[in-house]
């Protein structure tokens, strides 16, 4: 019977010790757990940040080149490369109306001074 006793007051020793050891250890393991979380956080936005300034980018750079390719158009009026330059432009025409549709995508990071649609 004593030796019951003794275990029993082993085990509750043990058991006051981790639990006293897992009351110190939480604030570590949240604050380690923080510093991780915001530095995943902070990662995300200036990844995000960074697809906005391209997505931006993007629709100027397509625009103008619209603009260059449709003057090739024009210049090339009734060569037989015509043909092969306005199927091009079609296919950027096309590309950047997709993409201006998008609603809660690209299109969020548009200029506003570019427009919507361009039409062919």
Known sequence: MEQVKVNFIAVLIL???????????????????????????????????????????????????????????????GTPEEKGIRMVLSGMIQEYNAKSRMSRTRAQWKASDLPYQIEE
């Open 15 to 77: 058991l006051a010790v981790l639990a006293v050891a897992i009351l110190l250890l939480t604030p570590w393991f949240h604050s380690c757990n923080a510093r991780r979380v915001n530095d995943i956080r902070e990662s995300y936005i200036r990844e995000d940040a960074t697809t906005r300034v391209n997505s931006y980018e993007w629709f100027y750079d397509m625009y103008h080149q619209i603009e260059a390719t449709r003057k090739k158009a024009e210049i090339a009026k």
